[in-house]
Each structure stands twice: as C-alpha cells, then as structure tokens.
Nanobody, 127 residues
Framework: QVQLIESGGGLVQAGGSLRLSCAAS????????MGWFRQAPGKAREFVAA????????PYADSAKGRFTISRDNAKNTAYLQMTKMAPEDTAVYFC????????????????????WGQGTQVTVSS
C-alpha cells in the first residue's frame, strides 16, 4: 500500500492562497481514491475535498466550494489541494488520505472510509 507525505503548509494572510501536496510512495497510486481533511485545535477532523482514482469525481465540503480545488497527477504519484481566498477559519492541520478502490470512480467523504493517512501539515491563516 502507499504511504503519504503532505507538504506545502505554512502561514498565509487572509485572502491569500496556498497549495498543498500529498506525495505517495508505493505502487499503483492511480488505484487509490484520495481525500483532504483538516483538524482545527479542539475540533474533530473534517472533510475538505476528495478525488476519485482517475480524477473524474471531486466532491467538496461546502466550506471549500468555490475556493479550493483538489487535483492529482497519477504520473507523479501526487495529489494537490489548491486553496484560494483563505480565511482565518481555514487554520488547521491538513491531512491527506488514501483508500484503494481499483478502477472505479468511488470517492469518500468521511474519515472512517480511509485507511491510509499522512502525518499532516499545518496551515495558519492570519487576519
């Protein structure tokens, strides 16, 4: 199975943009559905966006619609989360997750549906 490493987090001003990357090691990255989640201090981990194995389907949380874009490059074994128009409430540790789905268009929006997780990357948005 793959292992995941997030990068790209940091400090950004409100209204700014940031792109997170999730690099996967291992085989057959293109058989995994991917997801991005975030967890703010004292809060539960919440869904942000997901993408199917082939990139055909991309559901988003309401908080992410119109501002964030999830994508993937299966040739580079990497998933991305482009975040724009960021606000202080976007401050959290962001995690990527993977679940093997084979050649399907399945996507998952809850933490329980993913078995593989990265270590997270901190994103802080200043007002």
């Amino acid at each position: 199975q793959v292992q995941l490493i997030e990068s790209g987090g940091g400090l950004v001003q409100a209204g700014g943009s940031l792109r997170l990357s999730c690099a996967a090691s291992g085989r057959r990255f293109g058989w995994y559905a991917m997801g991005w989640f975030r967890q703010a201090p004292g809060k539960a981990r919440e869904f942000v966006a997901a993408i199917s194995a082939g990139g055909d389907r991309t559901p988003y949380a309401d908080s992410a619609k119109g501002r964030f874009t999830i994508s993937r490059d299966n040739a580079k074994n990497t998933a991305y989360l482009q975040m724009t128009k960021m606000a202080p409430e976007d401050t959290a540790v962001y995690f990527c997750a993977a679940e093997p789905v084979g050649n399907t268009i399945a996507t998952f929006t809850s933490t329980e549906q993913y078995r593989i997780w990265g270590q997270g990357t901190q994103v802080t948005v200043s007002s």
